[in-house]
């Protein structure tokens, strides 16, 4: 028991995504939240097609469990994700005029930040605004926001946020930062003149996420993950770690050896993060390999299960969650 309350007084707050439903299902996973997590998001209770449906019916209930949860046990929740190109319901499919986009973007984070005004600290305002190549041409991800409205998307999302909540941590989430490759160094690239874009026009931005799903058969680049953050921390922005954790659909199956590495691969990723700038918080996507999104695109050929989270399908903590611990814990 002392052991798990030292957990919940990292000097970094480390957390976990949580699929909808799952705390009231499993009593087990509740309570390895509650032993690690001094932050929780949902994996999908403040998505788009989850929070309003059908245009102009809003539904909290989701979130709004998940956050008397947190509130009972003395956690923060993270808001995720206010604009994305992904998880929309149809309805915001069909979108057909900037006119409308402008609209319902405002009214959608109007009412979704409102209602959670003061609850709510920090949000993922735009999600994966960058393309996966870059290089080739399409710097932003393509989406029904860009289309109407160009990259200034992001402009108008993080405006109105700030005017609905100027006390909240406002934040742009993306991934494949840490990759080495052309794809990574595109990326990284690319991300940086949209941050500088939005700086010149003076656009309200307090924090990067960077999201963290680690490749794990490549490794770190660990130079150039720090020199990103490092120009980010030069812009006067946070670095927060949103959901991290290690795909190993390519890695050796025998289990030791495979968390081995996955180990090995956070704490470079870590590392890298904190030579520049500590994170404010450190979250996976997340807690147990039994509720993760990983084996729906990433599954093994040799058909054993994905072991992508810190704790392993019975709960049990992998090395994953001790190099966590250390981390956070400095
Ligand atoms: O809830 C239904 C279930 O009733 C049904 O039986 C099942 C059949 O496929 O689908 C379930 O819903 C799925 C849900 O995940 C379950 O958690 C949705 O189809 C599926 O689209 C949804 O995927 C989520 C995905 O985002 C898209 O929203 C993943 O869980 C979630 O982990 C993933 O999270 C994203 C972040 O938001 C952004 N960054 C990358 C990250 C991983 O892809």
Redesign the pocket.
Known sequence: ATALAQQRHLAIPYGA?I??GVIAEDPLYAQAVIDYCQVVVG??NL?WGTVQPERGTFDFQLADDLLAFATKNGMEMRG??LVWY??NPDWVETIASAEEARTEMVRHIETVMGHYKGRVRSWDVV??PIADAPTTGAVYRDSVWLKHLGPEYADLALRTAAAVDPEAQLVIND?DFEQSSDKGRAKRKAFLDMVRGLQSRDVPLHAVGL?G?IQGQIPIDKPGLTAFVAELASMGLSVLVT?LDVIDNLLPGAELERDGIIAQRAKDYLDAIAAAKRPDMVLT?GITDKHT?VP?WFSRDDGLPNRPLPLDADYKPKALMDVIQDFCAE
């Open positions: 995504a699929r909808d994996e999908g998505k995720h994700c992904a998880g999600n994966e991934y999201q799903h959901e996507w999104w729906i």
